[in-house]
Nanobody, 123 residues
Framework: EVQLQASGGGLVQSGGSLKLSCKVS????????IAWFRQAPGKEREGVAC????????IYTESVKGRFTVSSDNAKSTVYLQMSDLKPEDTAVYYC????????????????WGEGTLVTVSS
């Protein structure tokens, strides 16, 4: 059974930083695509960042490029999302998700999801 556990959310002021973690189990971590999604109140869920640690393949949605960095620790089977220069529009519930195929693409159907962690950015 694939399990993902996201943590690290909280309240931060605009311009601040926060680091999310996603602990993954039940799949071949290095050869799987692990992605971060977010859903703001009243909005559709959107992909934020994705990584395949075996190839170091990463993708980001345009609005977070240069501010967010996705990384992985194979020894801990954990993916991180370092968020800097946070803006009020980054406020959302952040989810991590996994797909067995070693490919980062927003057209991939991610089958496994964790519980979300809330990030609130105050202005």
């Amino acid at each position: 059974e694939v399990q993902l556990q996201a943590s690290g959310g909280g309240l931060v002021q605009s311009g601040g930083s926060l680091k999310l973690s996603c602990k993954v189990s039940g799949l071949t971590f290095e050869n799987s695509a692990i992605a971060w999604f977010r859903q703001a109140p009243g909005k559709e869920r959107e992909g934020v960042a994705c990584i395949v640690s075996a190839s170091d393949d990463t993708i980001y949605t345009e609005s977070v490029k240069g501010r967010f960095t996705v990384s992985s620790d194979n020894a801990k089977s954990t993916v991180y999302l370092q968020m800097s220069d946070l803006k009020p529009e980054d406020t959302a519930v952040y989810y991590c998700a996994a797909d067995w195929a070693p490919l980062c693409s927003w057209y991939v159907k991610f089958d496994s999801w964790g519980e979300g962690t809330l990030v609130t950015v105050s202005s």
